[in-house]
């Protein structure tokens, strides 16, 4: 029983993420009617983001301690974050909580790495063939992935957790759960709802919507619908990044984690039924459970290897038997 | 009188609840033109799409030559010899045209599947030679080499017919030919669908507006309104129907 | 597309078969003139030929093709440890079992069409190429690798009391000008089979499929059996140059099933032009041999080659053109994809076309714009909610109470 309640909880973290992904892609999916590649590049740069905000607090300079000397009476130097120097135990604070500041950097980095993309790429390939989205996203991200690899190197970077949340919550005697994945899984569930928030409450959410529904006439209507799907492309690099940004403690981020989410984020968006959100959102979920499950140890030994192949296996069955996926609506790949 | 090709018997169709045809009966009989006209909304459209399968009917059953038609896929429907025209023409525009049509004399010839690795798709050779025959017969034989897909939406039209002829179908549903054209367009297409009639004696199903197409070529009529049936009989009986005057006629006023 | 008769086809089939031959002299002054490049161009040239009977033919875009290059390599790797050194057991067991994952695959990712398929195929590499690093290690070796011993067993060479070191060809070593010139008829067979396909009416249907999918319905045609065979015949492809690959360098690994292995044969075939017959080709050369030399760059060598750069300019030109060089060659690769996809959609051969005034076969529409017809005959809409530049017969209706708000 012990067990059981640890891998839902396990998988519930690692679906968070899948589920925060699979919304962007959905967004623009659904919108746009982009199928975008490079959106797990979108999800390891905003992984960047916290890296390079963490580089840039923890930035060392030599300073000379008055107050203390070396064995053989010169003053010590010693090396400070100059964060640290400058601000005192603010500066402390700041580097301790790298990764949650790395928020407030991230929302208007990929906000504007989105609306470049989309009005300097995407939007001239609405009316090509999905073949041609498919490899100039492809392309994009291959691209985006190495430029990230020039400047940070082909190795993993590990980030660390707040001090306060590095430790584990003992459940029971058997159980710990890092608090970083609560913390995680409360970030992803608030970020949903902040995204399912903005579409259902705001009139902006509402063209978007209807947009989704059906362009032309929203189009009819004389609504600017291009303007907000540029906003919107660039809202879905955002949830990517931010899911990106929290990830870093959990998965040391290297260049090409983006390109492992994303097979895994269609798989996750295609069952639960392209273009609907809630849908994105509740396979996301049960698949980070079912893959959680499929690495317990007893059922590795019954079916081996089903770890690695459990989701795609799932991708393969519901695209045979319900195409439209969980969710999907009628009509949507189905007469 | 001839034995029936196609037969309809007692057909329903609800979509959503909603009667799109209730009790259709219908006899086609071999070698016949059969009309069906009715005002929009009378179920023509579901009616032809039953007819060739591609709406499974609620209730009834339709036969093809004797064969259940629901269920099966379009290709088998044509491999059983129906063949179909589109309103909105439905050709291989990225194939030029005497590739379009050798297609369709390939398919009739092989069945639905046939693994022709090794040979040579040739245009000079005996299928070239009758497609660009077939077309220039209809008037295309000046664009055997163009692509499908930018001809004239009436050379499309008159492509898919000689498609659709060169399979040697049993049965040729034409919808709506005429739909769009121009008064002396629509003669040429009348006098074409005659010629064929002439020389194949092939079984025809058309639906259509126009009323001066029906009465120039229809053997039967067959009137839908509000999905059912309201009159069935040669053109001279339907002319005079009050009810068709009434459902139809009245509101187009030929 | 205008006639193209035998003779010409023989022609064409000859000018290629001269081109392999005197591949050595004619890439010299490129500097490409070594026997190691010019057998990949030959083994990825055959592995592109093979996507492009798919991809160039029916429009089906493939994201998975990698792991039939995979699997033929593995294949190959065990033919050479229990079979025989011999190269002709090696590939027949690459392409029969290639063959027989791409029947497995084919059977139910073409199912599906436009981007499903492609996302269907790439779910099936990830899942081959995770279960070679898990579950099959006793036949993959994992990420070490799988490679030939000298203790292997061999049955058949051991039964005819035969020894080789390396894999051979009727006693002939797979390696240098020799490895070259048996990769090189091998491609050259590929060409001729690949072209036989392009004008059979095999070859024609599949055009079909790809121009509108409905009709072949109303024509009689089961497009999926055809479907089915030519996606089977480009695993075969790739099979076989699974089999070359191990056979030049007896050591298979999994990283060669990877995804982004299956976006290069991918961007290989657009380069050059899908759906003509030497694109693919000429695109293998082009990325293979950019990557050679790219590949091989490093700051020393930029720097000398921009020693006519005042000091001051050349340091950071160095720097930033060493981005582009080295490791930073994949940099590049994605760089021309984009660009490839951007401005030539239809490839080199395309350029080349429009450069000679030849008409050309247009670009179709690929993906996504022919719907399936399904088991019961329903038309499967394989419609994206916006895609509002379609022909609109498949519209959605705004079915939901949403009232749009004028901003």
Not at chain 1, 71 to 86: F, I, N, R
Not at chain 3, 96 to 101: E, H, M, Q, R, V
Not at chain 3, 316 to 340: E, Y
Request: charged share 15%; glycine share 10%.
């Amino acid at each position: 029983m012990d067990a059981f309640i640890l891998q839902i909880l396990n998988g519930l973290d690692k679906g968070g993420a899948y589920a925060l992904i699979a919304l962007g892609l959905t967004l623009a999916f659904g919108t746009l009617g982009v199928v975008n590649f490079a959106h797990g590049a979108l999800f390891m740069l905003g992984a960047f983001c916290a890296v390079t905000l963490n580089k840039l607090l923890t930035y060392e300079i030599v300073r000379i301690d008055p107050t203390r000397t070396t064995p053989w009476g010169s003053p010590l130097e010693v090396k400070t974050p100059y964060v640290q120097a400058m601000l005192g135990d603010w500066g402390k604070f700041l580097i301790d909580y790298s990764v949650p500041v790395s928020i407030l950097l991230a929302i208007p980095v990929m906000l504007l790495i989105g609306l470049v993309l989309e009005r300097g790429l995407i939007r001239f390939f609405y009316k090509r063939p999905h073949a041609d989205q498919i490899l100039v996203t492809f392309g994009l991200a291959i691209v985006l992935q190495e430029i990230v690899k020039q400047i940070f190197g082909a190795n993993p970077i590990p980030q660390v957790a707040p001090h306060i949340v590095s430790g584990s919550l003992a459940l029971t005697d058997t159980i710990v759960y890092p608090y970083w994945r609560i913390v995680y899984l409360a970030f992803s569930v608030v970020v949903i709802a902040a995204v399912f928030a903005f579409l259902q409450l705001t009139t902006f959410g509402m063209v978007v919507r209807a947009g989704m529904q059906d362009r032309e006439t929203v189009g009819l209507l004389g609504i600017n619908i291009e303007r907000r799907f540029t906003i919107v492309f660039g809202l879905a690099a955002v949830v990517a990044g931010l899911a990106g940004v929290m990830y870093t403690p959990i998965l040391p981020p290297d260049y090409h984690m983006g390109m492992d989410f994303l097979v895994l984020s269609f798989v996750v968006v295609v069952v639960g039924g392209m273009g609907s959100l809630p849908g994105a959102v509740l396979a996301g979920f049960l698949l980070g459970i079912v893959q959680s499950f499929a690495s317990m140890n007893e059922v590795k030994a019954l079916l081996p290897g089903i770890d690695q192949i459990i989701i795609y296996l799932i991708a393969v069955i519901i695209l045979l038997v319900r195409p439209r996926g969980l969710l999907g609506r009628k009509g949507v790949m189905e007469s | 009188m001839n034995p029936t090709l196609l037969h309809i018997d007692n057909v329903h169709k609800t979509f959503a609840g909603l009667h799109a045809l209730s009790d259709v009966n219908l006899d086609i009989r071999e070698g016949e033109t059969h009309a069906i006209i009715g005002p929009n909304g009378a179920g023509k459209s579901t009616l032809l799409n039953v007819c060739v399968g591609v709406i499974a009917p609620t209730k009834g059953k339709v036969l093809f030559d004797g064969q259940q038609l629901t269920g099966r896929r379009p290709f088998e429907i044509n491999q059983l010899g129906v063949a179909r025209v589109f309103q909105t023409p439905e050709i291989f525009g990225d194939l030029t045209v005497i590739e379009n049509v050798m297609m369709a004399m390939l398919s009739h010839r092989d069945g639905a599947f046939r693994l022709r690795l090794l040979s040579r798709f040739d245009e000079r050779g005996q299928v070239g030679r009758r497609a660009a025959k077939a077309l220039a017969d209809l008037g295309l034989g000046d664009h055997l080499h163009h692509l499908a897909g930018a001809l004239s939406r009436g050379d499309k039209r008159r492509l898919e017919l000689v498609m659709s002829l060169a399979q040697d179908p049993k049965m040729l549903l034409l919808d709506e030919p005429t739909a769009g054209m121009a008064r002396a367009d629509t003669n040429t297409t009348i006098d074409i669908l005659r010629d064929i009639k002439r020389k194949t004696g092939i079984t025809i199903v058309i639906i259509e507006h126009d009323m001066h197409v029906v009465f120039s070529l229809a053997d039967r009529i067959t009137v839908l309104a509000g999905g059912r049936v309201i009159a069935q009989g040669v053109p001279e009986e339907i002319k005079g129907n009050p009810k068709v005057i009434e459902a139809y006629l009245g509101e187009e006023q030929v | 597309m205008k006639h193209i008769s035998k003779t010409a086809d023989f022609i064409l089939l000859g000018c290629f078969a001269l081109a392999v031959a005197l591949g050595p002299f004619i890439f010299a002054p490129i500097g490409a003139g070594y026997p190691d490049l010019l057998q990949k161009f030959a083994i990825y040239g055959i592995f592109a030929i093979g996507f492009n009977i798919l991809f160039g033919l029916t429009g089906y875009l493939s994201f998975g093709h990698a792991a039939f290059l995979g699997v033929g390599s593995y294949a190959a790797v065990w033919s050479f440890k229990l079979v025989s050194m011999e190269l002709l057991p090696a590939i027949g067991l690459s392409v029969l079992l290639a063959g027989l994952l791409a029947l497995a695959i084919g059977f139910v990712s073409l199912r599906r069409s436009g981007i499903y398929f492609s996302i269907l195929t790439l779910a099936f590499a990830q899942m081959c190429y995770n279960m070679a690093y898990s579950v099959l290690t006793p036949i993959t070796n994992g990420e070490t690798g799988l490679r030939v011993l000298r203790t292997d067993p061999r049955y058949l060479d051991s039964a005819l009391g035969y020894s080789a070191k390396m894999p051979t060809l009727f006693g002939l070593e797979i390696t240098g000008w020799t490895g070259y010139y048996i990769c090189g008829v091998v491609l050259i067979a590929a060409f001729g089979l690949s072209n036989a396909i392009f004008r059979s009416p095999f070859g024609m249907t599949l055009r079909a499929i790809k121009s509108n999918q409905n009709r072949m319905g109303y024509t009689g045609f089961n497009s999926r059996p055809y479907l089915l065979s030519a996606f089977v015949m480009s695993g075969m492809f790739a099979g076989l140059a699974g089999a070359l690959l191990a056979a030049t360098d007896p050591l298979a690994g999994a990283e060669r099933m990877q995804w982004t292995a299956s976006g290069e044969v991918v961007l290989m075939t657009i380069l050059g032009g899908a759906g003509t017959l030497l694109g693919p080709v000429i695109g293998t050369g082009i990325i293979k041999y950019f990557e050679n030399i790219f590949s091989a760059y490093n700051e020393t060598m930029l720097s000398a080659m921009f020693s006519f750069v005042p000091d001051g300019v050349r340091e950071p030109l160095v720097k930033f053109m060493s981005l582009f060089v080295g490791d930073g060659w994949q940099l590049t690769l994605g760089l021309i994809f984009m660009a490839v996809v951007i401005f030539l959609p239809g490839g080199v051969m395309e350029g080349v076309m429009r450069l000679f005034r030849v008409k050309h076969t247009p670009r179709v529409r690929s993906l996504g714009d022919s719907p399936q017809r399904d088991m019961l005959g329903e038309s499967i809409i394989e419609e994206m909610p916006s895609d509002y530049d379609s022909s609109g017969a498949h519209k959605h209706p705004a079915k939901n109470n949403v009232t749009p708000v004028a901003p």
